[in-house]
């Protein structure tokens, strides 16, 4: 008598979320010591990324990608390992929102290069939302400026800690949100 075993696979494409469904999804799979999120700072040339802490309360700098039109699948493999070693349940993507409402040119390119790494199916199953990025360059390099650092070297730098800056900045948020809720009130 041989036994069959039917599995299905239930078929779900990375998706873009709200910010706080990213957050609620980390609060829903039980344990906070279960799912990190990766942040993304999304450059013409470069994509810095830091990565949450198991608690989703401290971000650090973890590496830069080099993007090129022609390495998205490279890309997307890349961070496939990285979702795997670092048990990430989702990614936030710095987007440079506008004060004025109308879309930007790298505002474009920043849902351009997700809409290629969607397509690429290797990051199915994850979410991940966008996160307003204005300045988080700027004021990393008002910082690394006094240190004269070699070009290359400050530009890789500047990416990974503009990516602790968009993480850092929506994980403080999520978490005093979470406080605010959980205060008893008068």
């Known amino acids: 008598m041989s036994l069959v075993f039917k599995c299905t696979f239930r078929y779900v494409e990375m998706k ?3 910010p706080i469904e990213l957050f609620q999804k980390f609060l829903k799979s039980g344990s906070k010591e279960q799912g ?4 993304l700072d999304v450059g013409q040339k470069y994509v810095g990324l830091a990565v949450s802490d198991t608690c989703n309360k401290i971000a650090s700098p973890l590496s830069v990608l080099v993007r090129k039109k022609t390495n998205i699948d490279l890309m997307a493999r890349d961070l496939q390992m990285l979702v795997s070693q670092l048990s990430l349940i989702g990614f936030v993507v710095g987007y440079p929102f506008s004060l004025q ?3 930007s040119v790298e505002a474009v390119q920043v849902k351009l290069f997700m809409e290629e790494l969607r397509k ?3 990051l199915d199953g994850l979410c991940y939302t966008y996160w307003n990025e204005n300045y988080t360059s700027k004021c990393v390099e008002a910082l690394l400026d006094p240190l004269n650092l070699h070009p290359v070297e400050s530009k890789t730098i500047m990416d990974k800690f503009a990516a602790v800056g968009i993480l850092q900045g929506y994980l403080d948020d999520m978490n005093r949100n979470l406080k605010s809720e959980d205060m008893p009130r008068e």
């Open 16 to 18: 873009l979320v709200k």
């Open 120 to 122: 690429t199916g290797r």
């Open 36 to 39: 990190r999120l990766l942040g």
């Open 101 to 103: 409402g109308q879309s």
